[in-house]
């Protein structure tokens, strides 16, 4: 079992991730149109390519906008996830020895304590925002059965790679599971709102090269975001 | 009854169809046909294959919906943060469902989403500022509109202004004749008081090509003798065409894109017959909007750019008062407390903040501009962006959006709310009349010529 | 004397007595009378509701709204239509003041008619955003002579005998004396000019002693003398005063004391001070006090 998941299963994972991930990054950018979205993408690059970083890198840093600023809480809890849901798979001790054995590389390694510290936060923050969407009327409303799913998916690997890592029980059985998850996350990225991974970056640029180009850019207004 | 006599999904072409339109009083009969209006789902899907891309659609897709749109929102807020007036939702449960259901949805749906796209959403774009996405809902709007026009959901005074656009190339029945007309009436009213006041008419290689609101022919004529003694006082080289005058377009609120590249074609054309070196229109913000932010690209202009450098009245003001073109008496500045609309058109949509705060610190004495809280770009609509005005059938929800702006306001403790957009400045008048809360509102240029040092060769002789 | 009458008018009791002179001119001189009611002011953006003056109402305007107030209109006056008054009745949406000086302009009248509240009895918004009454404007702007009664006791016109011409020298008095020795000698009347010395001190910076004010006075006579007697001196009946004062009340005083049944005045457009334009120029504060009807001149 644990062969087969580390195995075939592993390279169809991350298979499916890249290429479906890199497939959807091409087919989002062939699908704007300068004239449907109203935004002279190809005339102005220079403008454009200035707003779509700036609108990136304001929306990256916390509380960095107005946005974030009004919403304290929430941008609380939201970079509290984030920033363990991608250091902790990313940059995990464990992962990355796994990487060397894969593929012959590494990435910078986290120190168990602060790995640690991360996946708690991650944990506990996701618990919020699970909380705020059953609590909060205006998130409530929004909310669908996907949106449950999609946040079990992303938390799964947490919660088991915490179970093998404490011990709880049978370290092989979560190992596996945790596995499992993660493969099954990987694979749900390019195909369910977890998209969002990649295409967060390419909706930010888009909307940065709207107000780069046609909303005040070439006016030399940044917007402030 | 499918198509009905007035409510059908032909658009408006002639005066003769206009009348009839508006021959049905408050467009009773008009809403009674639509209940069974009948829905061309084929129509409809085939129009989203062809026009939604990848924004669009991956908008819809990647919504978090984690609601930090909601705040964001005036109308959700307005309405004591109903849910359903969620950005996210709003969109999510129009069009949305449509797209779920490939175009096959029924014609109460397509009433309702009537009813959202045109009385729960201005089209403001604030939003889109506030979504960690990037998604901005206002646009998604606009988009919806475009299906719901085609299919003949559109309110009453919305398919009779962009048929007025198609039957006149302004938004309301006035003539070319009638636009220099009232032009030059306008103007010989006032030369007495400005010796040598004219209007030039379809001058070639002018500085400026002035283009205007049918409105301020109609009901504001003051307004062109204002721009006028202005452009005269500054010693601009200025012109306006006999024909491509109209600067608005009822058709972009509406969602009719065909005629929204008609009457932006039309002003190209005087742009190109003209080739002023400018173009500058009035106060007015969906103006501005439509002919020089959105219009490149109904017109099919690559570039995005109007074919000549197109700037809005704030921008030509400040650069007046800025040079020195028109001086100012200072003993004259506004000295009461005052305060000044941002219209999102061009200060969200076009980042002109800059500009109406460089008027300001002209013609406002120091100490007395207080900033409305949120300002500048996050500015709340006034309450009737998008149509929202006009629409007799959503009045009540009017009225009701019209509180955020009220209260914004209310707390500035200002007496005068300077207004340069015409939509802004209707809103707050009919705030005004609804609430009486005691304020006086303005265009830029009747305050400024009241204010101006003129040079001597200039003033009237006694 | 006058062939074309634009009369503007409400339809409502508060223009009655400008109708009253209205109807009077129109048949003493057999002249074509022009009733005109701005219905109300557009309202709402470009919706087609306007606020109807007479019935306060919020209303959907078109051709049957219209033709439903025309009717109203000539009902409301029907007692004075008989007997073969060349009139017509026209309705329309708008600004009272810019729709009746475009009709104005329409249609060339000899004379506007107005009555003191046309339009403006309405507390609507607009009297706060539009800085100047109806009545500024209308006076202020149109080619023609402007008649304004407003108060009911104003609201005579029969065998005219007695005029008051109020000056101030400028450009437009003149033109307003040319109109007045024009009604004189048709009407056959007695023609008082009159200038009143402004002595307020926010007029003059100072207080002026009473040898300044007799000097002025002094000049004004030899003014009146030089600019006006020769006109004068067709007429049967004339004379001349100055008076130092608040201008506009001793217009008023002087008409009075005259039992002047008319008074014409030129409007200025010279722009008044911001303070000034509060109080209103002379010529509106005299027709507001008036016991006769005011004619203001302009061009
Ligand atoms: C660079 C990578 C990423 C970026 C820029 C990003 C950005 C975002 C943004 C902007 C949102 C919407 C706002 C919000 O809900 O707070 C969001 C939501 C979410 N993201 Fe990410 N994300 C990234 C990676 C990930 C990863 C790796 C996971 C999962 C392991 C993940 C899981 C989620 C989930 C579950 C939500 C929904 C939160 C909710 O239910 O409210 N994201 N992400
Ligand atoms: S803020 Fe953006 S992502 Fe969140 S619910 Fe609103 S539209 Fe969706
Ligand atoms: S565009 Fe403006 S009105 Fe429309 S949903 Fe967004 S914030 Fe609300
Ligand atoms: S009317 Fe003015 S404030 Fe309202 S949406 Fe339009 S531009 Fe914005």
């Known amino acids: 079992m644990h062969e087969f998941l580390t195995g075939i299963c592993f390279w169809i994972a991350l298979g499916v991730c890249l290429i479906g991930m890199l497939v959807r990054f091409v087919l989002y950018f062939r699908g704007l149109s300068w004239q449907l979205d109203r935004v002279a993408y190809k ?29 304290p809480f929430m941008t609380a809890i939201f970079f509290g996830f984030h920033i363990g849901a991608v250091a902790v798979p990313l940059f995990l001790a464990g992962h990355n020895l796994f990487l060397e054995s894969k593929l012959g590389f590494s990435l910078p390694m986290l120190s168990a304590c602060v790995a640690d510290f991360l996946t708690w936060m991650a944990v506990i923050s996701a618990f919020f925002l699970l909380l705020r969407r059953i609590v909060l009327p205006e998130v409530r409303i929004l909310t669908t059965r996907e949106d449950y799913m999609v946040l079990f998916v992303s938390l799964a690997p947490f919660i088991t790679g915490m179970m093998a890592r404490y011990q709880v029980g049978d370290y092989g059985f979560w190992l596996n599971m945790h596995i499992f998850f993660g ?8 195909f369910t709102k977890m998209s969002h991974v990649f295409l967060f970056f390419a909706s930010r640029a888009q909307l940065g090269m709207d107000f780069g180009i046609k909303r005040g850019g070439m006016k030399g207004t940044k917007m402030a975001w | 009854m499918p198509e009905g006599k007035y409510c059908n999904k032909k658009p408006i072409e002639t005066p003769e169809e206009v009348n009839f339109l508006l021959s049905d009083t408050s467009g009773n009969t008009y809403y009674e046909e639509m209940k069974s209006l009948d829905v061309d789902s084929d129509l409809m899907w085939a ?38 007036q969620v950005p996210a939702y709003k969109i999510q449960s129009t069009l949305g469902e449509i797209i779920k259901k490939k175009g096959k949805v029924d014609n109460a749906f397509m009433r309702h989403a009537m009813e959202v796209a045109w009385s729960q959403c201005t089209c403001c774009n604030r939003c889109g500022t506030y979504c960690p996405h990037g998604i901005d809902t206002g646009i998604m709007f606009g988009y919806l509109r475009g299906l719901l026009y085609q299919q003949g959901f559109v309110p009453w005074e919305m398919k009779i202004g962009a048929g007025m656009h198609r039957a006149f190339r302004a938004q309301m029945d006035v003539t070319n004749e009638d636009f220099i007309e009232t032009f030059e009436w306008m103007v010989e009213e006032y030369e007495d008081e400005y010796p040598g006041l004219t209007v030039p008419v379809d001058v070639e290689n002018a500085d400026i090509l002035y283009t205007v609101n049918a409105r301020e022919v109609k ?38 894109w065909a005629a929204c590249k008609m009457q932006v074609e039309s002003v190209y054309d005087a742009m190109e017959r003209l080739k002023p070196k400018r173009m500058i229109g009035t106060e007015c913000g969906h103006a501005h909007r439509a002919t020089v932010i959105e219009g490149p690209y109904w017109a099919g202009r690559e570039d995005g750019l109007p074919p000549v450098e197109s700037i809005h009245y704030v921008e030509w003001l400040a650069e007046a008062l800025r040079e020195g073109k028109l001086k100012i008496d200072p003993s004259k500045r506004i000295k009461e407390p005052v305060t000044i609309q941002d219209s999102c058109n061009y200060i969200r949509n076009q980042g002109l903040k800059n500009a109406t705060r460089e008027i300001v610190s002209h013609i406002v004495e120091p100490g007395y501009f207080i900033e409305m809280s949120p300002n500048k770009e996050h500015n709340y609509c006034c309450g009737g962006g998008g149509g929202f005005n006009g629409i007799g059938f959503f009045r009540k929800q009017r009225n009701q959006a019209l509180i955020t702006k009220r209260d914004q306001i209310l707390k500035t403790g200002a007496k005068l709310v300077l207004a340069p957009c015409h939509n802004c400045w209707d809103a707050i008048r009919d705030l005004e009349e609804e609430f009486e809360i005691g304020i006086r509102w303005s265009f830029l240029k009747p305050l400024v010529i009241k204010m101006l040092d003129l040079p001597d060769h200039m003033k009237p002789e006694e | 004397m ?8 409400s339809a409502t009791p508060a223009s009655d007595h400008a109708a009253r002179v209205a109807f009077n001119i129109a048949r003493g001189y057999d002249a ?39 009717e109203e209109v000539n009902t409301y006056y029907s007692k004075y239509l008989e007997n073969g008054l060349k009139f017509d009745i026209n309705v329309t949406v708008g600004f009272p003041a810019r729709e009746i000086l475009r009709q104005a302009k329409d249609t060339n009248p000899d004379l506007i008619l107005l009555g003191g509240t046309t339009g403006d009895e309405d507390e609507s918004v607009y ?63 007695e023609v008082n000019v009159f200038h009143a010395l402004d002595i307020t001190s926010v007029s003059t910076g100072k207080i002026l002693s009473q040898d300044d004010i007799e000097q002025k006075i002094r000049e004004a006579f030899r003014m009146i003398r030089a600019k006006y007697e020769p006109a004068l001196k067709e ?38 001070k911001q303070e000034d334009a509060i109080l209103g120029s002379n010529v509106e504060q005299v027709i507001v006090r008036a016991g006769c009807p005011v004619i203001s001149v302009n061009r």
């Open chain 1, 43 to 71: 005339a102005h690059p220079i403008p454009g390519m200035k707003g779509a970083f700036r609108s990136i890198y304001k929306w990256l840093l916390p509380y960095g906008t107005y946005g974030w600023r009004t919403q």
């Open chain 1, 183 to 190: 493969e099954l996350l990987l694979i749900a990225i390019p």
């Open chain 2, 47 to 84: 129009t989203i294959q062809k026009t939604m891309k990848s924004r669009l659609k991956t908008w819809l897709e990647i919504c978090a919906h984690c609601g930090m749109c909601a705040d964001s929102c005036f109308i959700y807020l307005v309405n004591k943060k109903d849910p359903k």
């Open chain 2, 219 to 256: 009901h504001y004529p003051e307004d062109l003798a204002e721009a006028a003694i202005l452009f005269h006082v500054a010693g601009e080289n200025w012109t306006v065409p006999t024909e491509g005058w109209e600067q608005t377009s009822l058709a972009m609120f509406a969602g009719d």
């Open chain 3, 2 to 9: 006058f062939k074309k009458i634009l009369f503007a008018t």
């Open chain 3, 32 to 70: 074509h009378l022009d009733i005109f009611h701005v219905l109300g002011v557009p309202s709402r953006g470009y919706s087609q509701v306007v606020v109807d003056v007479k019935t306060k109402e919020r209303v959907d305007v078109d051709d049957e709204y219209m033709s439903w107030v025309k």
């Open chain 3, 127 to 189: 009297k706060k955003s539009v800085a100047s009454t109806t009545l500024q404007k209308v006076a202020k702007s149109a080619k023609c002579p402007v008649l304004i009664v407003n108060r009911p006791a104003a609201s005579f016109w029969g065998g005219l005998s007695n005029i008051t011409f109020g000056t101030d020298f400028s450009k437009s008095s003149d033109k307003a004396f040319d109109f007045t020795i024009k009604v004189a000698k048709a009407l056959d009347c």
């Open chain 3, 235 to 272: 007429l049967k009946n004339y004379s001349m005063d100055v008076w130092e004062g608040i201008p506009y009340i001793e217009i008023v005083k002087y008409a009075r004391d005259n039992h002047s049944d008319l008074i014409v005045m030129a409007h200025h457009s010279k722009k008044a």
